[in-house]
């Protein structure tokens, strides 16, 4: 099989992570993989995201109305 054809998360896998391992390190401990998780999972992070960013636009209206006396 060609590397070039390999996904990142095959090469890992299969050279990366092996050569790693051999070397002495503990994958439980000292090795963090990218976990990206679910579709559902991103989408609650997306949400809460959304609402963080709408939260924090009111704040600043907020605050800016104060700063200027209530004027809009």
Request: glycine share 8%; proline share 3%; with cysteine.
């Amino acid at each position: 099989m060609l590397k070039k054809s390999l996904s990142e998360r095959d090469i890992c896998t299969r050279y990366i992570t092996p050569a790693v391992q051999s070397a002495g390190w503990d994958l439980q401990i000292q090795i963090r993989e990218e976990n990206l998780g679910g579709p559902d999972e991103l989408l609650a992070e997306d949400k809460t995201l959304l609402i963080n960013v709408a939260e924090m636009r009111e704040a600043l209206k907020r605050e800016l109305m104060d700063a200027l006396g209530g004027e809009g």
